[in-house]
């Protein structure tokens, strides 16, 4: 069984940093891409960053260098730094991971979602 664990978030002052972890677990051939999203209420979900397994990453238009993707690939994990938050970034985030399975099929698989709130 995959699981897909986020952790970290939690509530920040404007300009504060929280820092979010992906690990992506279970009986894998690999992870090809792990992506953050964020949504707020009524919105669709939109890009935050991701990483693909080669270490090249995306980053959504309004984050303009203030967070940071990064992985342990041994450990099939992405960390999320985000700093300078703003009260905009306040949402859920969640990450998706591109799973390789021992079949070699790719199928997503989501975490839980984590909220992140940026008082001014």
């Known amino acids: 069984q995959v699981q897909v664990v986020q952790s970290g978030g939690g509530s920040v002052q404007t300009g504060g940093s929280l820092r979010l972890s992906c690990a992506v677990s279970g009986h894998i051939f690999g992870v090809n891409d792990i992506t953050w999203y964020r949504q707020t209420p009524g919105n669709e979900r939109e890009l935050v960053a991701r990483v693909s397994s080669g270490g090249y990453t995306e980053y959504g238009d309004f984050v303009k260098g203030r967070f940071t993707i990064s992985t342990i690939d041994d450990e099939n994990t992405a960390y999320l730094q985000m700093n300078y938050l703003k009260p905009e970034d306040t949402a859920v985030y969640y990450c998706?991971?591109?799973?390789?399975?021992?079949?070699?099929?790719?199928?997503?698989?989501w975490g839980q979602g984590t909220q992140v709130t940026v008082s001014s």
């Open positions: 998706k991971g591109d799973v390789v399975t021992t079949n070699y099929d790719e199928i997503r698989y």
